[in-house]
């Protein structure tokens, strides 16, 4: 049995999106954030040293980074989300897995937390919407013709993207990347993900 350590309103709602397309068997191991400061709670530090979700207990070990997750994840239950790896497409697929969360993220995130440092922030607001834009940019000109990422179906990239393609709407750019806006309408009417959803508590 797969367990998904699962924090609310996190990136690992994506696991369960994969694994639910996967249509696998898993338990979900809920945890919340703190409501005063939205960090997560320091039980997931009993699990790892980082303390962070999400974080997957399969065939007897922990893996963490969702990523790593994925890859996985694909490898043993679903190697056609991945392309070949002689292909062109696999170097695609590699680099947009670690762009995930390497490069998209920063911006994300430095968005996130200067947002709660009031009017201080400001000297770093036209460079965070500069990256931002940008970011979104790359996201949208890399969708293919049929909507998706590297393939022309579901892929492991079209899991990992996810997350910043359903930032970017929720930041109301949806009429700035109507490709990416597509994207998520289409992740969202998905049986799959609307039963990670709720597998996950909604958010």
């Not at 996810?162 to 750019?173: D, H, I, L, N, W």
């Amino acid at each position: 049995m797969i367990t998904v350590h699962h924090l609310n309103r996190s990136r690992s709602l994506r696991i369960l999106w994969l694994l639910e397309e996967l249509g696998l068997d898993y338990q979900v191991t809920r945890y919340e954030r703190d409501a005063t400061t939205n960090l997560a709670p320091p039980e997931l530090l009993a699990l790892h040293p980082l303390g962070k979700s999400p974080m997957v207990e399969m065939d007897g070990r922990l893996i963490c980074e969702s990523a790593a997750i994925v890859e996985a994840i694909c490898a043993k239950h679903g190697p056609d989300l991945v392309p070949a790896r002689d292909s062109d497409a696999y170097t695609t697929h590699m680099e947009l897995m670690h762009f995930a969360e390497g490069s998209v993220m920063i911006p994300v995130l430095l968005n996130l937390y200067t947002g709660r440092l009031g009017d201080a922030a400001a000297p770093l607001q036209p460079r965070i919407q500069s990256e931002l834009t940008s970011h979104f940019s790359y996201m949208e000109q890399m969708l293919r013709p049929s909507g998706h990422y590297v393939l022309d179906d579901l892929s492991a990239v079209d899991i990992m993207l996810s997350f910043p393609a359903t930032v970017a709407m929720r930041m109301g750019r949806g009429a700035d990347f109507p490709k990416l806006s597509a994207f998520v309408d289409w992740m969202k009417n998905r049986p799959a993900f609307q039963a990670a959803l709720a597998k996950g508590g909604g958010d």
